[in-house]
C-alpha cells in the first residue's frame, strides 16, 4: 500500500525525510512525497484542483491509497480526498489549518505551555523551529496566502461531502496555530477519529511525543486496528482551559 504524505507551507526536503523516518520505523512503508505546497500558487479553481489530480495520478498508479497529511496540507488532501474518493483507503489529517486560530485559542495554547511547563519538559527530537516560523506572518496580499484561502475554501467544501470517509484527525493541545473548533467541525464533518495530543507542537510527528504515541496510533489507524481515541468525544473544557478557569471562579464565588 502506498502511502502519500503532504506537507504544509514549511516544507522542505529534509522535513518529509525525517517524517518518513518515523514512519518507516512504525511499519509503514513506501512513503511518498506529494511535493511543495507553493509550486500550485496562482492558479485558477479548477487549474489547481486538474494539477493536483495529475499529480496525485502519477503518484498512485492507479493503486489505492493512504494519504497522510499534515498543516496546509491537510487542504490539499481534502480537495483530494473528494476528486479521488474511491482510491483512497485512509486518510490521515495532522494540525489541519481550515480556520485561523482565534483568540481565545491562542489563550489557550499559551496558558497550556505555560501550566504544564512543557517549555522545558517537551524537548523536540527534531528541529521543526522552520516549519513554525514561516507559517506565520503572511502578508494579505502574499501569493502564498491567497493560495491558502483558495485551498481552504475548496477544502471547506470538500469535507461537507466527506462524511463517512476513514479519517483519522489529530492536532497538538498547545499548538497555537489550531482552531480547536475548526479541528472539531472537521472531525464531526468526516465522521471520523480525532487524538488531542500532548504537545505544543504544531509538526506531532517531529516530536518526543510524536515518535512514541502518535505515530503508533496512526499505524494502529492505517492497519485497520482499533486506536486510543475511537471517538469524538465532548473535550471543551480541556482544550479552552480559559472557559475552565471562569467556571471554577464562578462556583468558587457562588460558594463563598
Given at each position: 500500500m502506498k502511502n502519500?504524505?503532504?506537507?504544509?507551507?514549511?516544507y522542505n526536503k529534509n522535513n518529509f525525510e525525517l517524517m518518513r523516518t518515523v514512519l518507516e520505523e512504525k511499519g509503514i512503508t513506501d512513503v511518498l512525497d506529494f511535493g511543495m505546497y507553493q509550486q500550485y500558487k496562482n492558479l485558477s479553481d479548477d487549474k489547481l484542483v486538474n494539477e493536483l489530480c495529475a499529480q496525485f495520478d502519477k503518484l498512485s498508479v492507479d493503486e489505492?491509497?493512504?494519504?497522510?497529511?499534515?498543516?496546509?496540507?491537510?487542504?490539499?488532501?481534502?480537495?483530494?480526498?473528494k476528486e479521488k474518493s474511491s482510491k483512497i483507503k485512509h486518510a490521515v489529517f495532522m494540525s489541519p489549518e481550515l480556520q485561523?486560530?482565534?483568540?481565545?485559542?491562542?489563550?489557550?495554547?499559551?496558558y497550556y505551555r505555560f501550566d504544564k511547563f512543557t517549555l522545558s519538559l517537551h524537548i523536540t527530537v527534531y528541529d521543526d523551529s522552520i516549519e513554525e516560523s514561516s507559517e506565520s506572518g503572511l502578508s494579505d496580499e502574499s501569493d502564498l496566502y491567497?493560495?491558502?484561502?483558495?485551498?481552504?475554501?475548496?477544502?471547506?467544501?470538500?469535507?461537507?461531502d466527506l462524511y463517512g470517509i476513514n479519517s483519522l484527525v489529530v492536532y497538538g493541545r498547545g499548538d497555537k496555530f489550531i482552531s480547536r473548533n475548526g479541528v472539531k467541525a472537521l472531525t464531526k464533518n468526516l465522521g471520523g477519529k480525532l487524538i488531542v495530543a500532548d504537545t505544543v507542537h504544531h509538526n506531532i510527528l517531529l516530536t518526543d511525543t510524536g515518535c512514541k504515541e502518535i505515530s503508533d496510533e496512526i499505524v494502529k489507524f492505517l492497519n485497520d486496528e482499533p486506536t486510543s481515541y475511537d471517538k469524538?468525544?465532548?473535550?471543551?473544557?480541556?482544550?479552552?482551559?480559559?472557559?475552565?478557569?471562569?467556571?471554577?471562579?464562578?462556583?468558587?464565588t457562588r460558594n463563598s
Open positions: 502519500i504524505l503532504f506537507s504544509g507551507l514549511g489505492d491509497v493512504n494519504i497522510i497529511c499534515h498543516s496546509r496540507g491537510c487542504n490539499i488532501g481534502l480537495i483530494l480526498a485561523n486560530a482565534g483568540i481565545i485559542d491562542k489563550i489557550s495554547s499559551l491567497k493560495l491558502f484561502i483558495q485551498t481552504r475554501s475548496l477544502a471547506e467544501e470538500a469535507s461537507k469524538l468525544e465532548n473535550y471543551l473544557d480541556e482544550i479552552h482551559p480559559t472557559r475552565r478557569i471562569l467556571r471554577k471562579t464562578k462556583e468558587r
